[in-house]
């Protein structure tokens, strides 16, 4: 264990760099925050770097014997962070690595087409987590998943599933040539999702909060379904559709 | 229609408060903002008073013989919504009155229990639209229904389905006497929701994002169900939660 006092020390500026993208995408780290994450984080031996609050310890039962440990004024910790009630902990994870289709045996994905809102991306890692999808595909234009809320609103999925940024249109193609159905997601020129058997085998691909799933896209899938409207609303959260979706079409 | 140009003008500080709880819970009313909202209070007959910007035009499609009109600064405007990019349309809109159960002839309803979180209420509201349910019941602990947040979620559903403060017992016990199941959402001790069929009549009881529906509720239901968990994820964000069992348990 190592004890850094100042906020100018440079490893706590290096750390304070993360909460920006492009050096988590330059270094393939990020932060996570708070007893909960950190600890999903550490079962899952992506912790790199871990940093304490002087006044917080360490819960006994974690075993942190392959990631250094820092131990900081709590001020310094609440400068890596962007909560409000920061809980005097912080890590620096691992991004998981890119991999391709082959690499993978991959049967449940979640694809997700230029999807804009944080809160919405976390909370589909954490639906496709939980409705047991085997990885999320993020594309080009979709809001960075490291972000501090897009980790905040996964709960720890992160750490449960693979999430790999990969060009979709190359996903669906490989995904088709092997049997596995790409559904597409669209309000008009598609059919209700009832009229669809549940499967051992698929990939979902939902789009974004405004426009839906792009266009070009819709084409190259195995077919396109929409979520009946009973009443006078005009379309469904997305994060809400995704999991009435994920849950339907899965086999139980 | 009236040009008020300052906002010193008693009639705006009497707005302004509409952005505070006890003032909306006193009058009745609530404040919406945004052309959208505005045009689905407007078909619904709920605008009381409608605020434009000088800079902005009433679109010609929209009926308002039934609403005061105020122009306004566009920065008068601007003080009385909390939104960052203001549209420069507000409109103050009644709340639902209350109602019992007998005066509604309700057969599908949403019940919510403590729920927190502005935006999961908004979502809920509109899946509950989006679904056909034909009432919201808001328990006691519940945030605000009209909170500028919950009415962005909700993107004008509160305009097409009655959203009711209740007692939930009371109401719970009224629809069991009128042969409407209630199921309560349960983690423990209840059934897998696929063990449930699909029905006609039926009201769905969900809870507070950290501890779900108070327990004493759970023992007045007719069944509890949960959502089973097939990854590695703790649970469901609860708005994701309600969309897939209201379009599980309505009969297509």
Redesign the interface.
């Known amino acids: 264990m190592k004890y850094l006092q100042s906020a100018k020390n440079p490893q706590v500026k290096q750390w304070k760099k993360l909460l920006k993208r492009k050096e988590r995408d330059i270094t393939g780290t990020f932060l996570v925050e708070g007893f909960h994450l950190v600890e999903e984080a550490l079962k899952e031996n992506r912790v790199k770097e871990l940093m304490i609050s002087e006044e917080k310890d360490i819960p006994k039962s974690w075993n942190v014997g392959n990631c250094s440990v820092y131990i900081l004024p709590s001020h310094v910790i609440g400068d890596l962070t962007d909560t409000q009630t920061p809980q005097g902990i912080v890590a620096v994870c691992y991004q998981e690595e890119e991999r391709s289709f082959d690499s993978l045996g991959l049967k449940k994905l979640l694809l997700l087409d230029e999807v804009q809102d944080p809160?919405n991306l976390g909370?589909m890692i954490?639906?496709?987590?939980?409705?047991?999808?085997d990885a999320v595909i993020i594309g080009h234009g979709t809001v960075d998943p490291y972000n501090p809320k897009v980790l905040r609103?996964a709960?720890?999925?992160h750490f449960?599933?693979p999430i790999i940024h990969g060009k979709l249109d190359v996903w669906m193609k490989e995904l088709k040539e092997n049997n596995i159905p790409v559904y597409g997601t669209a309000l008009e020129g598609g059919k209700e999702y009832?009229s669809f058997a549940p499967l051992d085998e698929f990939a979902l691909l939902v789009g974004n909060e405004g426009n839906g799933v792009n266009k070009e896209l819709l084409t190259q899938t195995t077919a396109n379904l929409y979520?009946?409207?009973?009443?006078?609303?005009?379309?469904?959260?997305v994060?809400?559709?995704?999991?009435?979706l994920l849950?339907?079409l899965?086999n139980?």
Chains 1, 2 share one sequence.
Not at 239 to 244: E, K, S, T
């Open positions: 809160g909370t954490r639906t496709a987590d939980a409705a047991g999808m609103s709960q720890g999925s449960h599933l009832q979520i009946p409207l009973y009443g006078k609303s005009e379309s469904l959260n994060a809400v559709a995704a999991g009435i849950y339907y899965r139980e």
